[in-house]
């Protein structure tokens, strides 16, 4: 389900839910995003990035423009923007059905509390919680992936990061040796 006037808020609350929870039950995040704690919550840093339209992150991932619409919606906030008409995309191409459940859950979620229940809900994280006690009120921290499990575990973050490390190499390795591109679609057609 697509929803046409979702925020960066919206956004970034909805991948954190959907990474932490797809975590917990699977395994490994969705997004492999790097999370920091910023005063309104945890905060995916590339998805961030590419929000903002931050040029730098472009042009590392091969985009001249955002995929989407950005527009001003002061009516929910100082420095609030929708998000709009945004190019579509095979989903079952990139995403695996427990990826695609999770982050509808995740954004069904988010969208039906008001901005207090979702801070409340995003600042008792203990991963957000330790990493802001670490800055303070003003910029940002690296959460810890190994508290984002619902039981603190720092072996299985260290095998999710190198995994996620090792898929980036594959990735954009040229030599003859590269697993091919479709392997990664078809180890996700299945939950998980």
Same mark, same amino acid.
């Given at each position: 389900?697509?929803? *046409?006037? =979702?925020? #960066?808020? /919206?956004?970034?609350?909805?991948?954190?839910?959907?990474?932490?929870?797809?975590?917990?039950? @699977? &395994?490994?995040?969705?997004?492999?995003?790097?999370?920091?704690?910023?005063?309104?919550?945890?905060?995916?840093?590339?998805?961030?990035?590419?929000?903002?339209?931050?040029?730098?992150?472009?042009?590392?991932?091969?985009?001249?423009?955002?995929?989407?619409?950005?527009?001003?919606?002061?009516?929910?906030?100082?420095?609030?923007?929708?998000?709009?008409?945004?190019?579509?995309?095979?989903?079952? *191409?990139? =995403?695996? #059905?427990? /990826?695609?459940?999770?982050?509808?859950?995740?954004?069904?979620?988010?969208?039906?509390?008001? @901005? &207090?229940?979702?801070?409340?809900?995003?600042?008792?994280?203990?991963?957000?919680?330790?990493?802001?006690?670490?800055?303070?009120?003003?910029?940002?921290?690296?959460?810890?992936?190994?508290?984002?499990?619902?039981?603190?575990?720092?072996?299985?973050?260290?095998?999710?990061?190198?995994?996620?490390?090792?898929?980036?190499?594959?990735?954009?390795?040229?030599?003859?040796?590269?697993?091919?591109?479709?392997?990664?679609?078809?180890?996700?057609?299945?939950?998980?």
């Amino acid at each position: 389900m697509v929803h *046409a006037r =979702l925020t #960066q808020y /919206d956004i970034v609350k909805s991948l954190f839910v959907a990474d932490r929870a797809h975590l917990n039950r @699977f &395994g490994r995040p969705i997004t492999y995003d790097n999370y920091v704690a910023m005063k309104h919550g945890p905060v995916p840093s590339l998805a961030y990035d590419f929000l903002k339209g931050n040029g730098k992150a472009l042009s590392t991932y091969g985009l001249s423009s955002l995929p989407w619409t950005r527009a001003s919606a002061e009516y929910r906030g100082s420095g609030c923007y929708i998000f709009t008409d945004a190019t579509t995309v095979d989903e079952e *191409a990139v =995403l695996s #059905q427990s /990826d695609m459940a999770a982050l509808d859950t995740a954004l069904h979620a988010i969208i039906n509390l008001s @901005f &207090g229940q979702v801070r409340k809900l995003t600042h008792s994280d203990p991963a957000y919680k330790e990493a802001w006690a670490a800055v303070g009120e003003g910029g940002s921290n690296p959460m810890s992936l190994g508290l984002l499990f619902d039981e603190p575990n720092f072996e299985a973050a260290k095998v999710v990061e190198f995994t996620s490390k090792q898929s980036s190499a594959r990735e954009s390795s040229d030599d003859e040796f590269a697993i091919p591109a479709d392997l990664g679609r078809r180890k996700r057609s299945r939950a998980g």
